[in-house]
Structures are given as C-alpha cells and as structure tokens.
C-alpha cells in the first residue's frame, strides 16, 4: 500500500505535466485559430483557412511534444531559480540566527567539532593501518604466509616461523591458489666511496617480480631477470632518491660498479622512490638487489603472496599444507600454514580496535550533546515559528530552514573537527613510543574525510528532523499565547532531554569503567616483580657475524679476549655472556619431554625457551639459585642444563628437580639434559611475560652469530664508553652503543601507557560533555520551574530543601545513566579483554571507581543550577508569569 505523502507526490508529477500539455495545447489552438482568421480575412473560407494553418504549422504530435519538453525545461529553470533563492535566503537567517547567539553557537560549534575531531585521528589510523595497509594493486588479496607449530604454543603470544627456502619453493612451484609470492631481506651495508671512508646504506634484496607486484616500473634502465641470478647476481639498482643525490641523475651511472659491503654489483638501473617494501620497515632502501631463493633464508618481512580471484584463506591454507606434507618426512616437527591478513599483523591491532569503540562512544556523546543544545534552542523559539506558520509557512519550508541552520552547523564543525583531528594525529604520530613505530604509516586520506563529512550530513538531517518534530508537536494559537508551551509538551521536552542525558552518563560510565581499568593494568606492570634486577644493568651486542669469523675457535677467541678486558674496567662490578639479550627470547621448537613421564602425542609441537649463558650470568643479573650448582661441565658434550623454579615446581612440587634429565626432541636421537641447578623465576623477556613459564639455561657456546654481553655497574652508562673502545682497539670500526637493560623493561610499558594516556583523554572529553549536557538539563530546568520554586520559598521552604531538590534530580539522571553504563561496561571489558594485566574484566574496584567519579562530576555539573535555584526572589518569580 503506497503511503499518503508519496500519493500526494505522484499527484503533484501528474497535475504539474497536464498543466505543461494544457498550456500547450492551449497555445496551438490560439495560434491555429489566429493564422485561420488572418487566411478567412484575405478571403479563404474556414475549413480551407483551417486546413491551411495546419499545414503550415507542421506535424502536430512532433511540434506538441518539442513544446511540452520546452516548457519543462523552463519550469525546472524557474523551481531551480526559485530553490536557489530560497537557499541563499535560508542560508543568510541561518546565520544571522546562529550570529545572533554566539556563545551557544560557539558551544554547539566546539562540541561537536571534538567529537569529529577525536574520531577523524582515531579513524586514520585504523584507516592506514587495518584498512588500506598495503600500498600495492589489489590489496585486498595480499596475505602473509608463514608457519605455526601444530600444538603446544604455551608461550602466550602469536608465534609465526619463518618458513625454510625449500618449503617457499615448493610453494611456488606447486600452490596454485596464489598469483604471485614475493619475499626478501633488508640489511645495512656499507658503501664504498671515491674518499675511502665507507658509509652505510640500507640493501634490499626482492624477487625480480616484484616490482610488478607492486604496480610500479623503472624510471631508467632494466630490472634483473632470473637469468641475472643464475648468472649470479651481481647487478644491482639504485632508488631515485639516491640516483638522483649521490649519482646527480646521470645516465652514465649505468655499467659502472659499485662496492656493497664484500661484494661488487654493477649499476643497471634505478627503481622509483614509490617503490615500498612491506610495511614495518621503517626506511626505504638505497639499493635493490636479487634475492636468489635457492641459496638464502627469507628475511625480515618474511613472505607475502597475491591469493587468485575467488580463493579464500581457508582454501588457500589447505593447499599449502598438502604441499608442505608431501615435501618433508616422515618424523619432522609438524608444522601447518599460517595465513594473515596485513592488518592483522599490526601489534597494536586490539588496542586499535579498543580505541576505535572508544571514539564512536565520544562521538556519540557529542551528537547527544549537541541535539540537546538544539533542542533547547528549538523551545525557546517555539514563538517565532508559530509566528512563521501563522503567515503562511508551510512545514516543508520550515524544516528546510530548520535543516538548513543545522547543515551549517554540523558544516561548519566537521571543518573544525578534521582540522583538528589533524594536528591530534600529528601529536599521536610526533608523541608515539618506539613499540608502535607503525603509527608513522597513519595518514589523513579520503576515507577519514569521507566519514567525518558523512557523520556531518547525518548528524545535521537529524538534528533538523528533530527540531520539525518538536515544532510540530505544539498548536500554532498555544505557542502564540504567553506562556508559549503546554504544560504536556513541557514534559515531554523534559523527558526527552533528560534521556539524552541519562544516555550520554552511560555512554561515560562505560568509558570511565575501561579507562580505570586499563590505569590500573599498567600500574600493575610497573609493579612487577621481574626476578632481577634491571637498576644498574647494560648490554653491548657483539655481531660476530659481521667481524669476519668463520669457525667458532676465532669466535671464542675473541669473545674470551674482550671478556678479560670487559672485566678489568675499574667502573664494572661484573660481567656475563648470554645469547639472548634481556628483552628479547628465543625458542625451541620440538616435543618437550621429561624422562620418567608419560610422552605426548607425536604430532605435538612445544616452544621452550632457552637461553644459552655463562655461570656468571646468574650474579650479575642478580637472580638467586634456588637448588643445585651452576654448571660444573660447560662443555657441549657435558649436556647440563639450569631450569627455572616455576618449572621445577610444576614438575617435582614435593621433590628435587637436580639429576632429572629432559629433552626438546626433533626425533628419537635428540640427546637428554641433565638438570644440574633451579634458579629463580624471572620474567628476562618483558613485564608482560610470564616468569613461571618453562626457561631453560644452558652453558654458552661459541656457535651464535652474536653475543651479549652483561654488564652490572654501580655508575651510569658513561662508564662503561671504555667498553666501546676496547671493541675499537679489537678490529671493530662501529661498535653498538651500550643499551639499558632498565630502559628496556621500560620501553615494553610505553606502548600500554600510551594506549591508556590514549583512552584516558577520550573518556574525559566523554565525561567533559555529558557534564555539560547535565548542567544544561539542570539549568533549563530551573528556568522553567521559577515560577515553582518562588511559591515553595514563599510558602516557607528553606534554601537546603531547594538545593537537595535540584541535586536529587540530577543525581536521578546520573544513577540511571550510571547504571545502565555499567551494564554496558560489563560487554565493554571483552574488548579491553585483552590489554589487562593483573585485572579482571569483572574488577569490582574499577565498577565501583567508574560510579563514584561520575556521581562526583555529577554534582559539580549540579553546583551552579543549584545556586541559581537558591538565589530566586519569590515575588519576582510569581510577577514574571
């Protein structure tokens, strides 16, 4: 059944184009009988005239038609003519109106302009990072693929193996869901220059494909081809940015060599400066080289690939493990395909999301805040719109100036808010800590502004909606009477202001809750008990690799000898090797096993860490042995092994773990371990770990690329520059600074305090406007009930009954909003879920904080309703009616 008003629209169509063929007809029939009467008068008779005319007019039914499609065309002009000058009319009251308020429009204006705001920052990152993470053709097909272990990821973290070069070329050949795989390295290395003083520039090695992957091509020259690989490699391009600085943009470059490293390439052609690796890498590369797959592991981005049109994850995840199954043996670690998105590698991706929800409820707020302003706007012009309809305003005309006024205003703030919105984004990108360096990829693109301009129009059709309906809802004659509303509307005005109230307090008390909550996770991790101590303790990392040794006797050699002199350093208490450096981890990957116990599945997989130390790593980390010795053997043949208490506990809580032996088993030859000492737990990777988990220590041996060296000192870092000489002094040009193990335990809490600094801010401008919205209630309130509260003063109230009054009723709007605010946090706390450390999700202390910081903002937004209420002259409030 069509409803009445698209009737009434039908019947206009229909009335206007009969009017059009009217008209014309009318017109042709005027012209005919004038060119008859002109023929009759020289002499025709009529019928002849008549014919006449006819014939020189021309076919009817063509000319009658080009006249109809005329005079639309003419009435469209005019109806356009017209709504443009009703717009340029509207458009000035609107702003003569809203002029006329500054300050309201000024509050109005900033309300909403933080709520745009707020979400245009939140939203470009989740737009640059979650939404339009990678920057080449069909994004939306690109994956990360790499391996899991098929069980026992007890470590609590997503863990991803890289896969070996000969799983990736399987892959390749064999896995027909993927258009494309790309993968490759990124290193420094240093380059050799005319002067002889080598400077370092960033390599990166691709497949000769993907810069096609990309969607990008050379500027100059060729990109290398599988032939160049096979012929071996040596051939190498240059970026833009460095063709055009080092090589001044000149042809000639092409052909001549260039020094990298050990190794020589020859220039043959540059790659534009568009050309991006894989995010997370924080800076472009100056040369671009092959990545020959059959000789070298894949690097740091790992492997990505282009799935093929109309395959999913779960299709393309199953033939990759059927390829990988018929690759390996029979007996090795089982290990399945991990397919991820490139937003879900982002490792902040929970806190996003959190924040995201967190600024659509500001945003909320705000709409609420604002429709409130309006609201009150709309009542106290209930009698200029009477005044309107009563001199023939219809009420199309009216909410056409009423959408008018609010399409300006949500205009008008959502300019204010992007700009806004973009120096906050600024600040986030400028104030970000080192875990969330992916932060610097946030731009402010057209999908942010999209939405912001879209909440706007929105946000402005509603509000003007709004304030037609309550126009509507009053008489034109009561709103011309004096008192200007009924006492019924009066109270439906009331109950709808105070709903939107009662929502926005909901709306903070939810946030309040979260925020509370995520205050007190992060003052839990500071107060982490690590198990060491961090105060005093510096790292300096040697990378063997890079000196030049080849076997592990010159690798020993010289580790023993910087030891020695590491030690003689007057301002070093003591000193220790490890192969994994405070901060850091390194797992296992096998069937864990304990001698004397039932052994798992065959197709279970364990992460254990391990951590391969000298004896003297306990004392200078400061962690106690709490049974056994240290290593009496350190010889790799000896197989002795420290293990931590927590995993002495779970295994032997009533006995001694000493003289057990365990083994992570890659197959039944995997030798056994024999548990000489139990140290204490100790969280060694981050606050965040968990110290009781397995962590195995084993005797250090010289076959790591690199070493850690441990430092404990009663001074600063400054003491320990002698160290950074001595590696000088040994055949190292560029030694790595001295690191702070202190400033890394930090360095894990400043991505959650940043996130909670973060959802901190949001949840005060939340609590900042419902406050206001509260003492705008409030005080409308009172204006309306002077006349009230004079009689009651009159008839002898006093002034404490009046003000307990007032406040009651705003603490009954900020009980109800509270309340259901924390029904709504109770759902809330899944999505904090997973950024809680040492709180519940149904902590009582955060409920009860959350209400009690409301009531309190509550009754200061109360403070000044209440004073105005107490300082009402009765007889003037009874005279003013």
Same mark, same amino acid.
């Given at each position: 059944?069509?409803?009445?008003?698209?009737?009434?629209?039908?019947?206009?169509?229909?009335?206007?184009?009969?009017?059009?063929?009217?008209?014309?007809?009318?017109?042709?029939?005027?012209? =005919?009988?004038?060119?008859? +009467?002109?023929?009759?008068?020289?002499?025709?008779?009529?019928?002849?005239?008549?014919?006449?005319?006819?014939?020189?007019?021309?076919?009817?039914?063509?000319?009658?038609?080009?006249?109809?499609?005329?005079?639309?065309?003419?009435?469209?002009?005019?109806?356009?003519?017209?709504?443009?000058?009703?717009?340029?009319?509207?458009?000035?009251?609107?702003?003569?109106?809203?002029?006329?308020?500054?300050?309201?429009?000024?509050?109005?204006?900033?309300?909403?302009?933080? $709520?745009?705001?707020?979400?245009?920052?939140?939203?470009?990152?989740?737009?640059?990072?979650?939404?339009?993470?990678?920057?080449?053709?069909?994004?939306?097909?690109?994956?990360?693929?790499?391996?899991?272990?098929?069980?026992?990821?007890?470590?609590?973290?997503?863990?991803?193996?890289?896969?070996?070069?000969?799983?990736?070329?399987?892959?390749?050949?064999?896995? &027909?869901?993927?258009?494309?795989?790309? /993968?490759?390295?990124?290193?420094? %290395?240093?380059?050799?220059?005319?002067?002889?003083?080598?400077?370092?520039?960033?390599?990166?090695?691709?497949?000769?494909?993907?810069?096609?992957?990309?969607?990008? &091509?050379?500027?100059?020259?060729?990109?290398?081809?599988?032939?160049?690989?096979?012929?071996?490699?040596?051939?190498?391009?240059? @970026?833009?940015?460095?063709?055009?600085?080092?090589?001044?943009?000149?042809?000639?470059?092409?052909? %001549?060599?260039?020094?990298?490293?050990?190794?020589?390439?020859?220039?043959?052609?540059?790659?534009?400066?568009?050309?991006?690796?894989?995010?997370?890498?924080?800076?472009?590369?100056?040369?671009?080289?092959?990545? !020959?797959?059959?000789?070298?592991?894949?690097?740091?981005?790992?492997?990505?690939?282009?799935?093929?049109?109309?395959?999913?994850?779960?299709?393309?995840?199953?033939?990759? !493990?059927?390829?990988?199954?018929?690759?390996? #043996?029979?007996?090795?670690?089982?290990?399945?395909?991990?397919?991820?998105?490139?937003?879900?590698?982002?490792?902040?991706?929970?806190?996003?999301?959190?924040?995201?929800?967190?600024?659509?409820?500001?945003?909320? *707020?705000?709409?609420?805040?604002?429709?409130?302003?309006?609201?009150?706007?709309?009542?106290?012009?209930?009698?200029? =719109?009477?005044?309107?309809?009563?001199?023939?305003?219809?009420?199309?005309?009216?909410?056409?100036?009423?959408?008018?006024?609010?399409?300006?205003?949500?205009?008008?703030?959502?300019?204010?808010?992007?700009?806004?919105?973009?120096?906050?984004?600024?600040?986030?990108?400028?104030?970000?800590?080192?875990?969330?360096?992916?932060?610097?990829?946030?731009?402010?693109?057209?999908?942010?502004?999209?939405?912001?301009?879209?909440?706007?129009?929105?946000?402005?059709?509603?509000?003007?909606?709004?304030?037609?309906?309550?126009?509507?809802?009053?008489?034109?004659?009561?709103?011309?009477?004096?008192?200007?509303?009924?006492?019924?509307? #009066?109270?439906?005005?009331?109950?709808?202001?105070?709903?939107?109230?009662?929502?926005?307090?909901?709306?903070?008390?939810?946030?309040?809750?979260?925020?509370?909550?995520?205050?007190? #996770?992060?003052?839990?991790?500071?107060?982490?008990?690590?198990?060491?101590?961090?105060?005093?303790?510096?790292?300096?990392?040697?990378?063997?690799?890079?000196?030049?040794?080849? /076997?592990?006797?010159?690798?020993?050699?010289?580790?023993? +000898?910087?030891?020695?002199?590491?030690?003689?350093?007057?301002?070093?208490?003591?000193?220790?090797?490890?192969?994994?450096?405070?901060? @850091?981890?390194?797992?296992?990957?096998?069937?864990?096993?304990?001698?004397?116990?039932?052994?798992?599945?065959?197709?279970?997989? !364990?992460?254990?860490?391990?951590?391969?130390?000298?004896?003297?790593?306990?004392? /200078?980390?400061?962690?106690?042995?709490?049974? $056994?010795?240290?290593?009496?053997?350190?010889?790799?043949?000896?197989?002795?092994?420290?293990?931590?208490?927590?995993?002495?506990?779970?295994?032997?809580?009533?006995?001694?773990?000493?003289?057990?032996?365990?083994?992570?088993?890659?197959? !039944?030859?995997?030798?056994?371990?024999?548990?000489?000492?139990?140290?204490?737990?100790?969280?060694?990777?981050?606050?965040?770990?968990? #110290?009781?988990?397995?962590?195995?220590?084993?005797?250090?041996?010289?076959? &790591?690329?690199?070493? *850690?060296?441990?430092?404990?000192?009663?001074?600063?870092?400054?003491?320990?520059?002698?160290?950074?000489?001595?590696?000088?002094?040994?055949?190292?040009?560029?030694?790595?600074?001295?690191?702070?193990?202190?400033?890394?335990? &930090?360095?894990?809490?400043?991505?959650?305090?940043?996130?909670?600094?973060?959802?901190?801010?949001?949840?005060? =401008?939340?609590?900042?406007?419902?406050?206001?919205?509260?003492?705008?209630?409030?005080?409308?309130?009172?204006?309306?009930?002077?006349?009230?509260?004079?009689?009651?003063?009159?008839?002898?109230?006093?002034?404490?009954?009046?003000?307990?009054?007032?406040?009651?009723?705003?603490?009954? =709007?900020?009980?109800?909003?509270?309340?259901?605010?924390?029904?709504?946090?109770?759902?809330?706390?899944?999505?904090?879920?997973?950024?809680?450390?040492?709180?519940?999700?149904?902590?009582?202390?955060?409920?009860?904080?959350?209400?009690?910081?409301?009531?309190?903002?509550?009754?200061?937004?109360?403070?000044?309703?209440?004073?105005?209420?107490?300082?009402?002259?009765?007889?003037?409030?009874?005279?003013?009616?």
């Amino acid at each position: 059944m069509i409803r009445t008003g698209i009737k009434r629209v039908f019947r206009l169509a229909l009335h206007r184009r009969d009017r059009w063929e009217r008209e014309v007809e009318d017109e042709i029939k005027l012209h =005919l009988a004038l060119r008859a +009467e002109q023929l009759v008068a020289m002499g025709a008779s009529p019928d002849d005239a008549y014919q006449e005319a006819v014939r020189k007019f021309g076919p009817l039914v063509e000319s009658r038609a080009r006249l109809i499609d005329a005079a639309r065309h003419r009435e469209q002009r005019m109806q356009r003519t017209e709504y443009l000058s009703d717009l340029r009319q509207d458009i000035g009251f609107a702003l003569r109106s809203l002029g006329r308020q500054r300050s309201w429009t000024a509050v109005a204006l900033l309300t909403f302009a933080l $709520g745009i705001g707020a979400t245009t920052a939140v939203f470009s990152v989740v737009s640059a990072l979650l939404l339009h993470f990678m920057p080449y053709p069909n994004a939306n097909r690109i994956v990360y693929v790499s391996q899991e272990p098929t069980e026992g990821n007890t470590t609590g973290i997503s863990v991803s193996i890289t896969p070996v070069s000969q799983i990736v070329r399987e892959w390749m050949r064999n896995a &027909h869901s993927f258009e494309a795989f790309e /993968t490759g390295q990124l290193v420094k %290395k240093r380059l050799k220059t005319v002067s002889g003083d080598p400077s370092e520039v960033g390599v990166a090695s691709i497949f000769p494909t993907f810069v096609n992957f990309t969607g990008q &091509h050379v500027v100059r020259g060729r990109m290398f081809t599988q032939n160049d690989i096979v012929d071996g490699g040596r051939v190498v391009l240059l @970026s833009e940015t460095m063709w055009r600085t080092r090589f001044a943009a000149s042809d000639s470059v092409f052909g %001549k060599v260039v020094t990298l490293g050990d190794s020589t390439y020859q220039i043959i052609g540059v790659l534009p400066s568009t050309v991006q690796l894989p995010p997370y890498v924080p800076k472009s590369p100056d040369f671009w080289i092959p990545f !020959d797959i059959r000789t070298e592991n894949l690097g740091v981005w790992g492997l990505i690939g282009r799935l093929r049109p109309g395959v999913d994850i779960p299709q393309a995840q199953r033939e990759l !493990d059927s390829v990988y199954a018929r690759s390996t #043996s029979t007996g090795t670690i089982p290990f399945r395909a991990r397919i991820t998105t490139p937003s879900q590698r982002v490792n902040f991706r929970d806190s996003l999301v959190m924040l995201t929800g967190a600024v659509a409820l500001v945003l909320l *707020v705000a709409c609420a805040n604002v429709a409130h302003l309006l609201l009150a706007r709309s009542a106290s012009r209930q009698r200029e =719109l009477a005044i309107r309809a009563a001199l023939g305003a219809g009420r199309g005309r009216l909410l056409r100036q009423l959408l008018t006024e609010s399409m300006l205003l949500t205009g008008a703030g959502a300019l204010l808010g992007i700009a806004i919105g973009w120096a906050g984004l600024k600040a986030l990108i400028a104030l970000r800590p080192g875990s969330l360096n992916s932060l610097e990829l946030a731009r402010l693109d057209g999908t942010t502004l999209a939405l912001a301009v879209g909440v706007a129009v929105a946000s402005g059709v509603l509000f003007g909606i709004l304030g037609v309906l309550q126009a509507a809802r009053s008489s034109t004659n009561d709103s011309l009477k004096a008192s200007a509303l009924s006492s019924s509307h #009066s109270r439906r005005e009331r109950r709808f202001r105070a709903g939107l109230v009662v929502s926005e307090m909901a709306l903070s008390a939810t946030l309040i809750v979260g925020a509370v909550m995520l205050v007190r #996770s992060v003052v839990n991790l500071q107060r982490t008990d690590l198990g060491f101590t961090p105060h005093g303790l510096y790292a300096v990392t040697l990378p063997l690799a890079d000196y030049g040794f080849e /076997t592990p006797a010159a690798r020993a050699s010289f580790v023993a +000898e910087f030891m020695r002199r590491a030690r003689a350093v007057p301002s070093v208490a003591s000193a220790s090797l490890t192969g994994v450096q405070p901060g @850091s981890r390194w797992f296992s990957v096998g069937r864990f096993q304990v001698e004397g116990e039932p052994p798992g599945p065959e197709n279970k997989t !364990d992460l254990i860490d391990i951590n391969s130390i000298q004896s003297a790593f306990f004392a /200078t980390m400061r962690i106690p042995m709490k049974e $056994g010795t240290l290593f009496t053997d350190t010889l790799p043949e000896a197989r002795q092994v420290i293990v931590n208490a927590g995993f002495a506990r779970k295994h032997w809580p009533a006995g001694s773990a000493v003289g057990h032996r365990i083994r992570v088993a890659h197959s !039944d030859k995997t030798p056994w371990y024999t548990i000489v000492g139990v140290a204490g737990e100790a969280s060694t990777s981050g606050p965040m770990a968990e #110290s009781s988990a397995p962590l195995l220590y084993t005797a250090y041996d010289n076959g &790591h690329n690199s070493a *850690v060296v441990l430092v404990r000192t009663n001074a600063d870092a400054r003491a320990l520059s002698p160290l950074l000489d001595i590696a000088r002094t040994m055949g190292v040009r560029r030694p790595r600074p001295v690191e702070s193990v202190e400033e890394t335990m &930090h360095g894990f809490l400043a991505g959650p305090r940043f996130i909670m600094l973060l959802l901190t801010a949001l949840t005060l =401008l939340a609590v900042a406007l419902a406050a206001i919205g509260l003492y705008g209630v409030m005080s409308h309130r009172v204006a309306q009930d002077t006349r009230e509260i004079g009689i009651r003063v009159a008839l002898g109230a006093s002034g404490s009954r009046i003000g307990r009054t007032v406040i009651a009723r705003g603490l009954a =709007l900020t009980a109800a909003g509270t309340v259901l605010g924390l029904g709504g946090a109770r759902w809330a706390t899944k999505v904090v879920e997973s950024q809680l450390h040492g709180v519940s999700p149904l902590d009582p202390v955060s409920f009860v904080v959350g209400a009690l910081v409301l009531i309190a903002i509550s009754l200061v937004a109360c403070l000044v309703p209440m004073r105005r209420a107490l300082a009402v002259d009765p007889m003037t409030a009874i005279r003013s009616d």
